[in-house]
């Protein structure tokens, strides 16, 4: 192959100018306990003043770090909002599958996640929040009813299918479940008993009523 003469060569093309580096959040242990530390704090924060007042100058403050240690994590005062939002979704799940995984026997199974419900009715802050932060805990609560759902449904898969075989058709799951995660929401708004310990009766007879009432699917 001829060459080309280096009079008749292309002028050379100025290199595109380097791109700038994507500055990526670190995630080992140390980052970790630092993302850890600065959700716990907002949380208190929020608990206490509600959404609208939360400041990354507080949050700093009660976390015990740097600003430049927080928008190593956080863009934003939103971000860090975007950020709690999902941090309590997953504790919530992770929470849940760690309470049913030990249960094999779907009765057991679906007791477990009764008495899961009821710790988290009686002890979880979602009525504080509802309290001092109104609009922000009810857009979190629709930001996570699709995926809540889906978790009940696969968390109670086996329950399911013990009540497919006991029934000889097919539970509408994502009824029931979406019931659940209803009743819940509900009673974060309204309790419906001063009656301690009465969810798992009163889940119970609500299932039990969806059952009887024909909630099933014919067996494909």
């Not at 949050?59 to 190593?72: H, P, Q």
């Not at 659940?180 to 708004?189: A, D, F, T």
């Amino acid at each position: 192959m001829a060459l080309v003469p280096p009079a008749a060569a292309p002028a050379a093309v100025a290199p595109a100018p380097a791109a700038t580096p994507v500055r990526r959040k670190r995630r080992n242990k140390r980052s970790e306990e630092t993302i850890e530390t600065i959700l716990v704090a907002t949380e208190q924060i929020v608990l206490e003043s509600g959404a609208s007042r939360i400041s990354i100058l507080d949050v700093c403050k009660l976390a015990n770090v740097s600003r430049g240690t927080f928008y190593r994590y956080f863009s934003s005062q939103d971000d860090l909002l975007d950020s709690f939002s999902r941090h309590k979704r997953d504790r919530f799940h992770r929470a849940l599958q760690e309470a049913v995984e030990p249960f094999a026997d779907p009765d057991e199974r679906f007791d477990a996640l009764l008495a899961y419900l009821e710790r988290y009715l009686e002890h979880g802050n979602a009525r504080r929040l509802l309290l001092v932060a109104p609009d922000y805990a009810l857009s979190f609560f629709k930001r996570i009813f699709h995926d809540a759902v889906v978790r009940f449904e696969d968390v109670l898969r086996p329950v399911f299918d013990a009540w497919d075989d006991r029934l000889g058709a097919r539970i509408d799951r994502e009824l029931v479940s979406e019931m659940l995660i209803r009743y819940v929401l509900s009673e974060q708004l309204v309790s419906g008993s001063t009656e301690r310990h009465s969810l798992p009766r009163r889940v119970t007879r609500m299932i039990t009523t969806i059952m009887g009432a024909g909630v099933v699917r014919t067996r494909r």
